[in-house]
């Protein structure tokens, strides 16, 4: 089974997948992935038709905080749920942190 596979329609809660390197969430029809690499934050997202995703976007960000407002904005419009979008970007920070002060980050 690939690590994509593991992101669950409408999830509430974010997955990390690749041993905790990338940050993954996946409702209200797109997918949100996230990675650190050169010391910069990158997101994509992707809208869902079937099993293909299209109008795939990607932003890159300096610093943690961003990102997750990032994430924030995309899922709100995406599910009209701020609650969830609230919930997501404060995952997307942790997330961030950790990877950020890991020994092993780029």
């Known amino acids: 089974m690939s690590d994509l596979?593991?992101?669950r329609p409408c999830e509430s809660e974010a997955t990390t997948i690749a041993g905790g390197s990338?940050?993954?969430w996946k409702g209200g029809g797109i997918a949100l992935l996230a990675d650190y690499s050169n010391r910069t934050w990158v997101l994509a997202r992707g809208w869902q038709t079937g099993d293909r995703f299209e109008h795939i976007r990607r932003w890159s960000f300096a610093e943690p905080a961003t990102l997750a407002r990032q994430v924030k904005r995309l899922a709100e419009e995406a599910?009209?749920?701020r609650r969830l979008a609230i919930q997501l970007a404060a995952s997307a920070l942790t997330w961030a942190v950790a990877v950020e002060t890991s020994p092993l980050d780029s």
Do not use: M, N, P, V
């Open 5 to 7: 596979s593991r992101i």
């Open 22 to 24: 990338l940050f993954a």
């Open 79 to 81: 599910t009209a749920d």
